[in-house]
């Protein structure tokens, strides 16, 4: 849509003294705008129709970031947001620049992460003409985005900046899009940034009715065996220390989403671990027991409930979220709660009572899978996945930021490596992106270059997106990169052997000699073909001050324990080697 109905307003109403405000080029006015916002630092590749921005920038108050692909431009700004709390920000050229955003956008939206793309587009007499290099990057990203611009007004730049990077962090966060064509960077005109915004229709809401949260206190307190299911909503709303005293005065365990790992430490005796379909066997088994499920800042994704039918049978259900429009949509919600998740805990911890679930915790601890812990503590020749992702928990004393790409590298790291801060742990959930973990990691340590930062990538994702060693390589970012090789696209094969008949169709998938390219790159390789050499390979790795590349060379037919199968329940999962 074009940005000038509120803005028109919005500038209106700022005119007074606009003879004393300096005349820029719209190119500028992003700049200063992005300034304005705070923005340090911008991911993203020039293309002919932000050449003018591009031209701007060197003056500019914030350090661009030059990836080798559009797409990593928008997963590395991803990963900003989400090591820092603060919207990623991204930027493109029109056209192929443009689209290549798009998987990005559709990434941060599912996983509610605080996000601005600035994207170029062709001049304004060519647009709607099939310019070169032209497409309607509004209409394509309409669905994956929470909004976007098409700026039609020089003056329209600095008030729909300013609005984007309201409605990127309020309420459920998300990616915010703006269009600007390749003219508007050249026209002039006074800056003004606005101090604030307000947008008829969107009014989210962050403070809950105050009955809603007195009828879930009632629930927790009356429960003999309650969960709660602690989601990403919780770290967006940066409620981690008003999450740890509700939950240490309830004393009810808690259950983690895929996202929501870190929301409170898995060392804490009330963390259970992660849920769903390759979550921990006495937490899904304690699904099918409780009595009441406290669901904060989570979706009822289908990982994670497994088949509705048998999801949580017995509980009812309290659900806390900022959009509504998730309450109730996959699960009944017995008392829906509305709210900021901060909000929410803020007046809930008074109403609750102090309790202790002793005989339930002792219960869920009964129900641990001793076979598979067993098997855990083996060592054998090959580096076993769980024991490399524990090695580096140990190495980082859980300290590290660690990013992932998707598949059974990623489940191994969510089931072991026992999270224990807020926002360490950095993965695509919703989308499920291969090729996220490399330039996740570079956005992660260009917003936290104080924290230590690992990336655990599959064989099958890291070539996808091994060009970003070369930024890696040009920022001189000390990142860790360890590649999970197996030879398989490892998550599909597994599939493929357990209900497919083995058919292995189009899984087995030739790497590079890893170390080389690492090498090609400028970037210390090193490869572990053994148990015993994995301690050596990860303290070498953290003495080198730069990008290491480290290829554990894996059995090519490990498989993720446990598993849910596709459409059962919580309670059919497969549990180990043994019950195949």
Known sequence: MTA???????????????????????????????????????????????IPLYDALPRAGFKHVLVRFEQWAALAAEGYARATGRPGVCMATSGPGATNLVTGLADAMLDSVPM??????????????????????????????KHN???????????????????????????????????????????????????????????????????????????????????????LAGATEQFRHFVEKTGIPVIFTLLGLGAFPEDHPLGLGMMGMH???????????????????????????????????????????????????????DVPVVGDAAEVLRLLIPEVEPRQHDEWRAWI???????????????????????????????TNGEAIVT????????????????NHPDRWITSGGLGTMGFGLPSAIGAKMGRPDLEVWTVIGDGGFQMSFNELATAMQEKLDIKIAIINNGYLGMV??????????????????????????????????RVTRHDEIDTAIAKARAIDGPVLIEFVVEPEANVWPMVPPGGSNTEMIHDRFSE
């Open 4 to 50: 000038t109905h509120d803005l028109e307003q919005a500038e209106r109403s700022g005119r007074s003294g606009a003879k004393d405000r300096p005349v820029l080029t719209g190119a500028e006015i992003v700049c200063r705008s992005l300034e304005a916002e705070g923005v340090d630092t911008v991911f993203g590749y020039p293309g002919g129709a932000v």
């Open 116 to 145: 601005v793309a600035i994207t170029g587009q062709v001049v304004q007499p060519l647009i709607g003409k099939d310019a070169f290099q032209e497409v309607d990057i509004t209409g394509i990203t309409l669905p994956v985005t």
């Open 149 to 235: 611009y098409m700026v039609t007004r020089v003056e329209d730049i600095a008030p729909t900046i300013k609005e984007a990077f309201y409605l990127a962090t309020s309420g459920r966060p998300g990616p915010v899009l703006v269009d600007i064509p390749k003219t508007l960077f050249i026209k002039t005109a006074p800056f003004h940034y606005p101090a604030t915004v307000s947008r008829r229709g969107y009014q989210p809401t962050t403070t809950p009715n105050m009955r809603q949260v007195r009828h879930a206190a009632e629930m927790i307190d009356r429960a003999r065996k309650p969960l709660i299911m602690a989601g990403h909503g919780i770290m």
């Open 279 to 333: 979550g921990h066997k006495e937490v899904n088994d304690a699904l099918e027991e409780c009595d009441l499920l406290v669901n904060i800042g989570a979706r009822f994704d289908d990982r994670a409930t497994g088949r509705l039918d048998g999801f949580a049978p017995n509980a009812k259900v309290v659900h806390v979220d900022i959009d509504p429009a998730e309450i109730g949509k996959n699960v009944h919600a």
């Open 365 to 395: 601890d009964s129900r641990k899978n001793t076979a598979l812990l067993d098997a855990l503590e083996d060592a054998p020749e090959w580096p076993e996945p769980y024991t490399i992702v524990k090695a580096i928990a140990k190495a």
């Open 404 to 419: 992932t790409d998707v598949g059974q590298h990623q489940m191994w790291t969510a089931q072991h490596f026992g999270f």
């Open 493 to 526: 094969r597994q599939w493929q052997d357990l209900f497919h008949q083995k058919n292995y169709s189009e899984v087995a998938i030739l790497g590079p000699d890893f170390v080389k390219l690492a090498e090609a790159f400028g970037v210390t390789g090193i």
